[in-house]
């Protein structure tokens, strides 16, 4: 608390691209009675206070951080650290701290991979020299230092305990207010809590459903699809069936099939082997050269499938080359137990 | 691993309560030889299988993972096989994307008269997994570049699973 009184709140963007900021900003007036139950102490994208003061805090005396964006590199990792210890309650904000999202696709590839697409292959690249960004370069004027890019995209949850999941790329508004009107009665749900529904996006899809039998998948520029059909009953790939509600259909009601940013509904840990489940039972084919014919037509399944949660899912990555792996074993990071409650 | 002879893959096995599961009763009252690579796990049938199943095994260690069921046309379900056979085709496409050999996850039928089959099955299968080697999945997320190997919600390990 401050000696205000008002309860202390810290916001902040790892590896993300700014849309959950605009997001806080969605609630629209209600932004004013946030600022005014609040003493914002950390916000770098609107307010400015620097790491160091961060530092200087008292371990816990932040009541609530905010924290977007994936796990990509060194710094994301120290941030992610330091808020955690400095903060009572941390709140993965989010599909990027939740799920992984966009960063986490990267995911797909290896360090090598992108760092030379970037910086060598790309076509608008011209780097004969192959320059690479360094963690360290020294200059007469001293050592200059950037954070270490890692091979893997993390979860926040991967790398620190966390209390709250808001769901979402971005979250919606009202789920947002929810969490803080909790926050404020401190009629908090148990932690580990993802706050949002806990069926998938069907249960909030005004579209009529039938019994499914594709034939035939088609990419969204391919038909001009019913607007009260069922997108999936059209052979039109909807991630709605493995995706946790909260978002109120938002891409099915304006013909767009819904990409999962959600994250899988609850109980579930892998969301793509959900739409893997749902997908292949209601293709219409009983021989193996009938499937093969229609999942030709579904191209990139596991870009559809984890298209959110590949840093989330338990395979988490491609497989690395031979020799850049290692047979160490991983640390556990503490979890929280749900039932130990507040 | 240096000599692939001494490899003994882990394979696990998902065989349903009809059939399958019983052609290795089967194979095994009638004392058949096969490697002792499989470790098996009795689902009602291969339509309760669960891609995450599939993902949790191989995550745990395992370096392949055998589905069996019964015939197609001769589920005791009546649909269940054929959801597998779907269901197996999709998830060895998108596994194919995450680098994982499409021989490390198989899906095969042997009735339940049928020991001699599942016998052959297990052999093939290790075979060919002994020389794509072992598959050691955890060694993608624990190394350095991925920041000092701390990873949560993968605590398994190779050589951990169910040895």
């Known amino acids: ?342 | 691993m240096s000599d692939l002879q001494e490899f003994q893959p882990v394979i696990v096995g998902f065989l349903c309560n009809w059939c399958s599961y019983r052609a290795a009763d089967l194979a095994g009252t009638s004392r058949m030889g096969y490697p002792a690579t499989l470790r098996d796990i009795r689902i009602m049938c291969t339509g309760r299988l669960d891609p995450a199943f599939v993902l949790k095994a191989l995550r745990g260690g395992a370096d392949g993972v055998l589905i069996m069921g019964c015939h197609p046309g001769q589920c005791h379900y009546e649909e269940g096989n054929y959801k597998a056979l779907r269901r197996v085709a999709l998830l060895k496409r998108t596994l194919a994307q995450l680098g994982v050999e499409p021989e490390r996850v198989q899906l095969g039928w042997a009735s339940a008269a049928e020991g001699v089959v599942f016998a052959e099955k297990v052999a093939e299968m290790t075979e060919q997994i002994r020389a794509l080697g072992p598959l050691r999945w955890g060694g993608n997320l624990a190394d350095k570049a991925n920041g000092n190997g701390t990873l949560a919600g993968v605590a398994a390990m190779d050589e951990e699973v169910v040895s």
């Not at chain 1, 206070?49 to 805090?57: P, Q, R």
């Not at chain 1, 993965?92 to 995911?107: F, I, K, Q, T």
């Not at chain 1, 749900?189 to 949002?196: A, F, M, Q, T």
């Not at chain 1, 991630?239 to 940013?261: F, H, S």
Request: with cysteine; proline share 8%; net charge negative.
């Open chain 1, 1 to 342: 608390m401050s000696e205000n009184g008002k309860p202390k709140l810290a916001l902040y963007w790892a590896s993300s691209c700014g849309g959950c900021e605009i997001s806080v900003l969605a609630v629209h007036e209600k932004i004013l009675d946030v600022a005014e139950a609040f003493d914002i102490v950390f916000w770098p994208c609107v307010m400015d206070f620097k790491e160091k003061d961060v530092e200087a805090m008292a371990d816990g005396e932040i009541d609530v951080c905010l924290f977007n964006g994936a796990i990509r590199n060194s710094e994301n990792e120290h941030m992610a650290k330091l808020l955690r210890r400095k903060s009572k309650v941390m709140v993965a904000y989010g599909s990027c701290s939740h799920e992984g999202c966009m960063p986490g696709l990267a995911n797909f590839f290896d360090r090598e991979q992108m760092l030379n697409f970037i910086y060598v292959d790309s076509p608008s690249t011209d780097n004969p020299e192959r320059v690479f960004p360094q963690v360290e370069t020294e200059k007469p004027e001293g050592t200059l230092t950037l954070p270490e890019f890692y091979n893997t995209v993390k979860t926040l949850d991967q790398v620190v305990p966390v209390e709250y999941y808001l769901p979402g790329c971005p979250p919606e508004a009202q789920w947002t207010l929810a969490a803080v009107e909790a926050i404020l009665s401190g009629e908090l749900p148990p932690p580990g809590s993802v706050i949002g529904l806990d069926v998938t996006v069907c249960d909030e899809c005004p579209r009529e459903r039938s019994e499914k039998k594709i034939t035939h998948f088609y990419r969204p520029y391919e038909i001009d699809p019913d607007p009260d059909i069922c997108l999936l009953d059209q052979g039109l790939f909807c991630a709605g069936i493995a995706t946790r509600a909260g978002c109120g259909a938002l891409c099915p009601r304006v013909n767009m099939g819904c990409r999962g940013c959600y994250g899988p509904n609850e109980g579930v840990e892998d969301q793509g082997a959900k739409l893997i489940a749902g997908i292949a039972s209601v293709i219409d084919a009983r021989t193996p050269e009938d499937i093969d014919a229609i999942l030709d037509t579904l191209p990139d399944p596991a870009g559809y499938f984890y298209r959110f949660s590949l840093a989330h899912s338990m395979l988490h990555r491609t497989a690395l080359a031979e020799g850049d792996r290692t047979a160490q074993a991983i640390e556990e990071v503490p979890r929280l137990d749900p039932k130990l409650g507040t």
